[in-house]
């Protein structure tokens, strides 16, 4: 049996190659270990023309359509050229950031092969018909979560709003929308998001230790989503229909 140095992760990563005399290519890295990263290719001109000791630049490139942390640029070393690619190798610190980025990735997606991810969207609404906003990177979304294969989505959720904002779920509603996003150059890492209408009894809510998002707000006004910055325009859309469905329904008791 092969015995590696480092652990591999299997999980396709768009990353954007950059070299002096060949410029920037997009490329496929599907086997990347702490040590460095085998980038997959088709072009001719990359294999042929970079020669080992080389030093390249790397940076992954984001396939959702929510604005994902940047990713550093980090400077690599050409260690072996084959036919389909070239293996490269981290040669600083900065490197190490990199294989973290990703080791933090594997973590949330929790996955171990290539799949299609779902990527569930809690649309919440408390009872003062309310809907919880959550800000990550500058700009406003729905709380959402990575579902893990083989369990259940309603539960997902549930465990999901409770760890992070303390929040307890009392139903859930319709699925509201679905759209798949991703790249053509890795279709199996694409991602299917779902947004489903979860209530909740809650006006307070707070953020775990070390959350991804830097604050929430409750909000049942429709200015208040046209003000904000959104994520994506899909999400302001949603949070715009729901709040004018919300306002012409009768007040739950």
Known sequence: MEQRRYPRVQLPLLVELKHPTLGAHRCIARDISEG??????????????VKPGAKVKVTIQNTLSVEAQPTPTVEMEVRRIDDDGLALAFINVTGRHLWQSVDRLRTELAVGRDFFQVHLNALVINERNAILLAQQHGKWTFPATFLQVGTDWRAALEAFLADEFGITVTGFGQIVAMSSVGQPEVPE??????????????????????SRYKTLRWTDRRRDVEEA??????????????????VQEEPRS
């Open 36 to 49: 460095g990263v085998f980038v997959y290719t088709d072009n001719p001109q990359i294999t042929s023309r």
């Open 189 to 210: 890492a694409a991602v299917l998001d779902v947004f489903v209408e979860t209530t909740a009894n809650a006006d307070e809510c707070r953020l775990a230790s070390g």
């Open 229 to 246: 910055t959104f994520a994506t325009e899909q999400i302001r859309a949603l949070a715009d229909a729901t709040l004018l469905r919300l």
